[in-house]
């Protein structure tokens, strides 16, 4: 999505987990419509590499947090604010995931899932929405997963992580709905990330199945018997922080080949 090139200028865009894989590619998508953006993550070496193949600082600023930390996170805006100006689109892509029995789901594995994937995203959207009010503008778009729209077998923390996102996007949806504030969902299968390559070596380790037999696995539920490249889901990021997307909201955009439907 090339087209109207600057549609988003004079917009201060804030990622989440933007160091690599989906939000690195949420990040160029915005920019390459004009806005200017704010990486957050942990990888200082990785967040400057996006940065610089952005466009360098003046267009990408990276900025270490930890979003699952209040007082991280409060930190994080407030360095973004100084120097791009208020945030009008938060994009809560920041995520983890892990595998295990149910049985074997410690709390430690539960509280760290759900502390990443849920907790940073209320963190970040309520330090967000007070610049989007006073603005009289807002774009938030969460990053789900199918896994928030039905359960899966060993990913329990996972699951009801991404519901629980999916539930906070139509309430703030739905509160925000007169403040030209739209806020949803993109809930991707799985996609050709560091996080789904980790996820078939871990099955070639417990298996002895060839890598190919591994992602073969994993895409075995996709109609299209394929992993979903970073840009599909930026693609839709950015149309719904484009204008003529103001009525779509609480809405979770599903970018999985047909698996859901």
């Avoid at 074997?104 to 990443?116: F, M, P, Q, S, Y």
């Avoid at 560091?194 to 078939?200: E, P």
């Avoid at 539920?221 to 609480?250: D, F, H, K, Y």
Wanted: aromatic fraction near 4%; proline fraction near 2%.
């Amino acid at each position: 999505m090339t087209e109207n090139t600057g549609a988003l200028s004079g917009r201060h865009a804030l990622v989440t987990g933007a160091s690599r894989g989906i939000g690195a590619a949420i990040a160029a998508a915005l920019a390459a419509q004009g806005a200017q953006v704010s990486l957050i993550g942990r990888d200082a070496a990785r967040l400057a590499e996006v940065s610089a193949r952005i466009g360098g600082a003046d267009r990408a600023v990276p900025i270490v947090a930890d979003v699952t930390r209040a007082d991280s996170v409060r930190e994080a805006f407030a360095a973004a604010r100084r120097q791009l100006g208020p945030v009008h689109i938060l994009i809560n892509n920041a995520g983890q995931a892990a595998s295990a029995k149910f049985t074997d789901t410690d709390e430690a594995l539960w509280n760290r899932i759900l502390g990443v994937n849920l907790t940073g995203t209320y963190l970040c959207s309520r330090e967000a929405v007070a610049d989007m009010l006073e603005a009289g503008f807002g774009r938030m778009v969460n990053i789900a997963s199918i896994a928030g729209l039905r359960g899966a077998a060993y990913i329990s923390a996972y699951a009801a992580s991404k519901h629980a996102v999916i539930g906070l996007t139509r309430a703030l949806a739905l509160e925000y709905a007169t403040r030209n504030i739209t806020v949803n969902a993109v809930c991707p299968g799985y996609t050709d990330t560091d996080m789904v390559r980790q996820a078939v070596g871990n099955i070639v380790q417990k298996t002895g199945r060839s890598e190919s037999e591994a992602l073969a696995a994993i895409t075995a539920t996709n109609p299209q018997r394929r992993l979903i490249a970073p840009a599909e889901v930026s693609n839709a990021v950015l149309w719904l922080c484009r204008p003529g997307t103001e009525s779509v909201t609480g809405q979770s955009i599903v970018i999985a080949g047909g698996e859901v439907t």
